[in-house]
Nanobody, 125 residues
Framework: QVQLVESGGGLVQAGGSLSLSCAAS????????MGWFRQAPGKDREFVAS??????????GYADSAKGRFTISRDNAKNTVYLQMNNLKPEDTAVYYC????????????????WGKGTLVTVSS
């Protein structure tokens, strides 16, 4: 069993930055692919970024909307995955969820085994 707890959300002006963290419980973190998703009001949840299983940084993947602005990383020693978000836009406003799964492909397609409860990011114009 893996429990995921997100933090770092808040209110930021357009063009600003936020760093989200997701702390995972359990000793199997390094064997899990991790990802970030978001859900804006009235919209479906969508993939943001993923990072594969690995002892160091793993291989990241990004949605087109995140490329060049967001960076996902992981610290296996701290059981934590991060999402650095730069040049934020009002359309980035959403609840951001952390997810863990057996592979990056499973995570990317929404087939993660575990989900956090989310952290709200609000970007004002």
């Amino acid at each position: 069993q893996v429990q995921l707890v997100e933090s770092g959300g808040g209110l930021v002006q357009a063009g600003g930055s936020l760093s989200l963290s997701c702390a995972a419980s359990g000793r199997t973190f390094s064997s899990k692919a991790m990802g970030w998703f978001r859900q804006a009001p009235g919209k479906d949840r969508e993939f943001v970024a993923s990072i594969s299983i690995g002892w160091t940084s793993g291989s990241p993947g990004y949605a087109d909307s995140a490329k060049g602005r967001f960076t996902i990383s992981r610290d296996n020693a701290k059981n934590t995955v991060y999402l650095q978000m730069n040049n934020l836009k009002p359309e980035d406003t959403a609840v951001y969820y952390c997810a863990a799964g057996s592979s990056a492909s499973a995570v990317v397609t929404g087939g993660a085994d575990y989900w956090g409860k989310g952290t709200l990011v609000t970007v004002s114009s």
